[in-house]
């Protein structure tokens, strides 16, 4: 009776805890740096996912252009003469959320605009102060519809909306990340997990193709492959994918090294179970933590590698708005009264790189359980 209520006690206080997966949520909320960083990175997924569905210029890669608002501040303001052209087409809203949606009518920007019976008289940009345009008169009954349009970040040297093509960077940055991380975690895991379980010249091989990847450059290597599969959106996804599964692989080889000598595969073994179910069901679920971390890490890298490449024009190629070469078109201007320009994308980057190194941090105390 006494060794019962002993065994009792003991499995009452191993259980008290909740199961292992409520306890790292329960560790996870504790860190506020990790879930200030899970709302960023969501905040940003939400935008990238909306795209053009929420983006003040939803023209395809909010490539509309307005030389005469060029370089505007941020909160600046225009009036726009919006006038029927007679291309107006129906189009579905998912069509529109992946590709956007062409003006339906000319946007005309103006100083000023009066109406003169059938008429409306405008004032355009074509000047470089007010009063110095050019009168433009249009037919009352061709205008659709004269709004004033907030620029919340200002435009681009191109008089392109920064926010909106801010927004659809996301999409590119996001994309990266997660389809070079996919790459990179099937690739790592498959010859991570065989080096370590079948060792011997197996273990000898693979070991040496990751030490030949890692004794190359990041960068440079991905230049190179770049070089090889050309420029492009889907050649940088190939690119940065096949670059980053050394990490993914060292680290599931030393995870598996420690794993396979464990009982339960063993006993897997005993029960002749086949090699691909012991490492899929018995030894990979049980490894999952540092290869969470260390995808966190990998997608924050995905990011910072994709704006280089595009900063360098060798990564996604115009008119497809991205960070990088968002940077790239605009950096002549820090030296000038228009450093926004190529600060705001920049702090983009910034904000969810930090956001995915601070989530991997949260993960690793999380599943800490020394302290």
């Known amino acids: 009776m006494r060794l019962r209520k002993k065994q009792q006690a003991f499995i009452d206080a191993a259980t008290a805890g909740g199961s292992p997966s409520s306890m790292f949520w329960q560790r996870l909320r504790r860190n506020r740096m990790a ?88 004032e355009t940009y074509t000047g470089s102060t007010p009063n110095d345009g050019e009168t433009l008169r249009l037919p009352a009954s061709k205008v659709k519809e004269i709004k004033t349009r907030t620029f919340l970040l200002g435009t681009d040297t191109y008089g392109r909306d920064i926010l909106s093509q801010v927004m659809i960077g996301s999409r590119v940055s996001l994309s990266v990340g997660f389809i070079a991380v996919a790459i990179a975690l099937l690739i790592g895991i498959l010859l991570g997990s065989l080096a370590a379980y079948y060792g011997g010249w197996v273990d000898s091989v693979i070991m040496w193709l990751i030490n030949v990847v890692w004794s190359i450059p990041t960068v440079l290597l991905v230049i190179a492959i770049t070089f090889a ?129 601070l989530l991997g941090n949260g993960i690793r105390d999380a599943l800490d359980i020394k302290d």
């Open 35 to 122: 879930i200030a960083s899970l709302v960023v990175i969501g905040l940003f997924a939400l935008v990238a996912i909306l795209g053009y569905l929420i983006t003040p210029d939803h023209t395809p890669y909010c490539n509309q252009q307005y030389l005469e608002l060029a370089s505007m501040k941020p909160l600046s303001k225009a009036t726009f003469i919006y006038v029927d052209n007679g291309t107006e087409a129906k189009q579905g809203p998912l069509k529109t959320l992946a590709k956007g949606r062409p003006l339906a009518a000319e946007a005309i920007p103006v100083y000023s605009y009066s109406r003169q019976g059938d008429s409306i008289v405008a």
């Open 229 to 357: 599969l050309g420029k492009g959106f889907w050649q940088v996804f190939i690119a940065v994918g096949l670059t980053m599964w050394v990490d993914v692989a060292r680290v599931v080889r030393g995870q598996v090294l420690s794993v396979k000598e464990k009982e339960y595969v063993e006993a897997a073994r005993a029960l002749g179970y086949r090699t691909p179910r012991i490492i899929l069901r018995h030894i990979l679920p049980n490894i999952t933590g540092p290869v969470i971390v260390v995808t966190a890490s990998n997608f924050a890298s995905a990011i910072l590698l994709e704006a280089g490449l595009s900063f360098l024009g060798i990564g996604v190629q115009p008119p497809m708005p991205s960070w990088g070469s968002m940077v790239k078109e605009n950096y002549g201007q820090i030296l000038l009264d228009s450093a926004y320009q190529a600060f705001i994308p920049g702090l983009a980057i910034m904000l969810i790189v930090l956001a995915f190194m």
